[in-house]
Nanobody
Framework: VQLQASGGGLVQAGGSLILSCAGA????????MGWFRQAPGKEREFVAA????????NYGDSGKGRFAISRDNVKSTVYLQMNSLKPEDTAVYYC?????????????????????WGQGTQVTVSS
């Protein structure tokens, strides 16, 4: 499964960005999709996940309140809308895909549960 993330860049604090991650048309709708981020010197951190239909969404502490994940299975794309960005949001953002399974909220925040990773897109927030 190839994932291609885009949309990162340099933004001032308080600004917004939309990240996109395109997957393979034939298989995208059969995977749970998620976003993680990794700042220099830190571990990879869960941001958000969305189930196959978009009816279930899970946010990590970093994503609650300011970020919104969504998906378009027709376009084979998952999005991360990021608002009110802060300098501490500076990181490389990765999209990921995982096989669907029960108890969505119990495993989606765990890095090692995700099978496929995109190449990452840099988000830099200036103060």
């Amino acid at each position: 499964v190839q994932l291609q993330a885009s949309g990162g860049g340099l933004v001032q604090a308080g600004g917004s960005l939309i990240l996109s991650c395109a997957g393979a048309r034939q298989t995208f709708s059969s995977y749970v999709m998620g976003w993680f981020r990794q700042a220099p010197g830190k571990e990879r951190e869960f941001v958000a996940a969305i189930n196959l239909s978009g009816s279930s969404i899970n946010y990590g502490d970093s994503g609650k309140g300011r970020f919104a994940i969504s998906r378009d299975n027709v376009k084979s794309t998952v999005y991360l809308q990021m608002n009110s960005l802060k300098p501490e949001d500076t990181a490389v953002y990765y999209c990921a895909a995982a096989q669907n399974r029960p108890t969505f909220y119990t495993w989606t925040d765990k890095v090692n549960e995700w099978l496929y990773w995109g190449q990452g897109t840099q988000v830099t927030v200036s103060s």
